[in-house]
């Protein structure tokens, strides 16, 4: 009766949206693991910090609220990792990658079926 209709707008527009926040949140991951790292330089880790300080610091450089704010938070990040070095961005992207399998794949495939057995117990008090 129902048939599964990829071709749907509705279910193309939810997808798309799921890819925007999954590439959001493994960019903000990627932002995360690449700050720890000792192999960026400490003046690059200066972009993402200012971009996150500037959300929080009510002066905006363009009138143009909320945009502005979005705009150079996504600069921040953005020229962040392109300034990175590329070795260890890749590294870092592979390891998230790894990280996202095992979580996805667990060892052991879950089972429906639970074994158990059924006993009947007297209530309390008889």
């Not at 209709?5 to 939810?14: C, E, G, I």
């Not at 690059?44 to 002066?59: E, R, S, T």
Request: with cysteine.
């Amino acid at each position: 009766m129902f048939e599964n209709n990829t071709n749907n707008p509705l279910d193309q527009a939810r997808k798309a949206n799921e890819g925007f926040f999954k590439g959001l949140y493994n960019n903000l991951r990627l932002i995360v693991r690449l700050l720890k790292d000792d192999r960026v330089s400490p003046l690059i880790k200066l972009l993402p910090i200012g971009a996150l300080i500037y959300l929080v610091v009510p002066v905006d450089i363009l009138p143009i609220n909320p945009i502005d704010d979005g705009l150079v938070v996504w600069l921040g990040g953005y020229l962040f990792i392109e300034l990175c070095p590329d070795d260890v961005v890749e590294e870092h992207r592979i390891a998230l990658r790894q990280l996202k399998d095992i979580e996805v794949t667990p060892d052991e495939p879950a089972s429906e079926v639970i074994d158990g057995s059924y006993r009947d117990v007297p209530p309390e008090g008889d």
